[in-house]
């Protein structure tokens, strides 16, 4: 086993990391918290493969190559380190851009080697548990879930950039995609917006004039945008993710899309609203599915997801009718509403006493709506001139 350090002119000065304290010190009560678990279930070790538990258990760190499917390495803890375990090929970038100065060890092999046998090392003679089915080792994932949420202060902090870096990438392509481009093309665009920032998305759905009542969960094609279009993403950086969603029409909206935009506002303000801390998702899914009775959308919610419970899983649990997760202050919640041709999302941050959008407007115009007396700004319609 050995220290992972820096190659002699691997790096410039400007491209070494500067440790983050604050990262430092989660990192360390994490591994507190891990040692924990270990002690009080008779475990030497856990070993974890998820890009979701490497990215909390280090902080934001990614152990994939972009693709959630396409993992380089996996984390090794036990009471007394924390190892990585890789090869060759990712090594140099893990430990210098990912976990650099941060107290990690380093274990690897050659490219050629199968990940799995190293993994197979570590574990043999020892009890084991791991966060999927390998070998003879438990599978502790429903307990590792479990800490992954609520967030810390550094992980807020870190998701409300990302929020306005995605909300403004979405609301700067609708502001500037042409009329007649292709669901593909405006994908493209707001790709291209996210990569910039190194946000890696993680779904795009562009529907094109009506796309959404036809398909709930349509991604993109070929169809060209003519009169209205839903702009849709989730994204991630450092491990978190965060989605939202903008309408925009080529000259005033059809009467029919303007009232299911608004119905999905109202939906949607009242499960934002209703996100409070302590409260079990069956308590706040019922006030939603009310107001889904009172404007005569009984069956929607049936037709695609209403959002999920996010962190460094896409959805740590989805919002379903009858769930008894508690929420908790800190939790980040998408909602995701769709009414016939309309669809409305954003992300927001339970507080101990309300909540934040973490997905806020930028320069967008705003419908405000009321529950229970409190104010609730929106994202409407952007209305822009019909191109000839």
């Known amino acids: 086993m050995s220290i992972a350090s820096l190659l002699p002119g691997s790096m410039s000065s400007g491209e070494i990391q500067i440790i983050d304290p604050d990262r430092g010190a989660e990192i360390l009560r994490r591994h507190d918290l891990l040692s924990l678990f270990m002690k009080e279930q008779s475990f030497d070790g856990l070993l974890l493969t998820r890009p979701s538990n490497f990215a909390w258990a280090t902080v934001g760190g990614n152990s994939t190559r972009g693709s959630l499917s396409d993992t380089t390495a996996a984390l090794f803890v036990s009471p007394e380190a924390r190892v990585v375990l890789t090869r060759n090929t990712d090594s140099g970038r893990l430990f210098d851009r990912e976990v650099s100065g941060l107290g990690f060890q380093l274990k690897e092999r050659t490219w050629q080697e199968d990940l799995h046998l190293l993994m197979g090392d570590l574990c043999r003679g020892r009890n084991v548990a791991c966060d999927f089915q390998f070998e003879r080792c438990q599978d502790a994932s429903p307990h590792l879930d479990g800490m992954r949420l609520p967030l810390s202060k550094t992980e807020r902090k870190s998701l409300r950039v990302t929020g306005s870096q995605v909300a403004h990438a979405v609301e700067a392509t609708a502001r500037s995609f042409r009329q007649g481009d292709s669901e593909a093309e405006i994908a493209g665009q707001l790709a291209h917006r996210l990569y910039r920032h190194q946000i890696i998305p993680e779904r795009i759905q562009i529907l094109a004039d009506g796309q959404g009542q036809r398909y709930r969960h349509w991604s993109f094609g070929d169809d060209k945008v003519e009169n209205f279009c839903t702009i849709a993403v989730i994204a991630r950086r450092e491990g978190l993710h965060v989605g939202t969603a903008r309408t925009v029409s080529f000259g005033k909206p059809p009467k029919e899309v303007r009232k299911a935009h608004l119905d999905t506002l109202l939906v949607q303000a009242t499960g934002m609203f209703f996100s409070q801390d302590q409260w079990e998702i069956y308590e706040t899914w019922n006030r939603v599915e009310r107001i889904y009775e009172k404007f005569g959308h009984s069956e929607e919610w049936h037709f695609a997801d209403q959002g999920c419970v996010m962190g460094y899983e896409l959805c740590e649990a989805p919002i379903v009718p009858k769930s008894q997760l508690k929420l908790a202050a800190g939790m980040p919640i998408f909602w995701q509403t769709s009414i016939e041709q309309a669809m409305s ?31 609730i700004q929106r994202p409407d319609v952007l209305i822009r001139s019909k191109e000839t």
Do not use: H, R, Y
Not at 345 to 367: N, R, Y
């Open 345 to 375: 999302a954003d992300t927001i941050l339970i507080g101990e006493k309300g909540f934040d959008v973490l997905t806020p407007m930028e320069s967008w115009p705003v419908v405000k709506v009321d529950v229970k007396g409190v104010s």
